[in-house]
């Protein structure tokens, strides 16, 4: 199940929002849901507070959710690159969410995002079904530039 997932990930990633022909955005309802889930995630980012960041992560994911982890990527990279979040904005056409996730269980949010040391970072977030629910598979950061 965790190789399946994974792999869905780098195909979902590498191909962006043409990996998926069902509808690209889901209901109201759904992308708030996702976006309470990243705004939580993101808050326990800037308190660097590992078990919060990964609390709404898929259970299929917990081998790489760690404290260790949490320390190596998001503190000793993320948080020296980039510093505090401050805001994001969705990017539609990057985003896909499929409406019906029987037929596509995977999805990719994008967002152009404002850090304290860098204005022009881009955020995919990785999301997986599990069960009836929408879960996080990873959360990245990029420069923009």
């Avoid at 195909?11 to 849901?33: N, Y």
């Avoid at 259970?59 to 994001?88: D, V």
């Avoid at 990017?91 to 896909?96: H, L, P, S, Y």
């Amino acid at each position: 199940m965790t190789r399946l997932l994974c792999l869905a990930l780098v195909a979902l990633t590498m191909l962006g929002p043409s990996a998926l022909s069902a509808q690209q955005i889901a209901d109201e309802e759904t992308m708030k849901a996702l976006e309470a889930m990243i705004d939580k995630a993101l808050d326990a980012y800037n308190k660097q507070d590992w078990k919060a960041f990964y609390a709404d992560f898929a259970p299929a994911m917990a081998a790489i959710c760690t404290e260790q982890a949490f320390q190596t990527m998001y503190i000793g990279m993320y948080m020296n690159q980039f510093g505090q979040y401050k805001s994001r904005e969705l990017i539609k056409e990057k985003t896909v969410v499929p409406a019906n996730p029987a037929d596509a269980p995977v999805g990719l949010l994008q967002y152009k995002a404002v850090f304290e040391k860098n204005a022009q970072v881009e955020i995919a977030v990785n999301i997986t079904r599990d069960g009836n629910a929408w879960k996080l598979m990873q959360i990245q950061f990029n420069d923009a530039h």
